[in-house]
């Protein structure tokens, strides 16, 4: 499994990141916010989360080291 906080700040991000995650829609990808678990590969999830709060994105099983470069700019340390 791979882990990482990752923050989408807004519309165009959201949008952006949805593109990235069904690049690799044959894998399982999870957001994590607060009590809510949400599928990255869903743009109304995506939009619903709190922003101002950290988001782990959970990927199970091997994860393509594309998939890693692709998601890079939305990694953070933020660990509130």
């Given amino acids: 499994m791979y882990s ?3 923050a989408i700040p807004d519309l165009e991000a959201a949008k952006k990141f949805v593109n990235i995650s069904g690049k690799y829609s044959n894998h399982v990808i999870r957001l994590k916010c607060d009590h ?3 599928d990255a ?3 109304m999830g995506i939009i619903s989360l ?4 950290p988001i ?3 990927a199970e099983g091997t994860v393509p080291s594309e998939f890693i470069t692709d998601i890079a700019p ?3 340390n933020d660990t509130k």
Avoid: A, G, M, P
């Fill in 74 to 76: 939305f990694q953070t």
């Fill in 36 to 38: 809510y678990v949400i």
């Fill in 56 to 58: 782990v994105l959970e």
């Fill in 4 to 6: 990482t906080t990752i």
């Fill in 41 to 43: 590969h869903s743009i």
């Fill in 50 to 53: 709190d922003k101002t709060k």
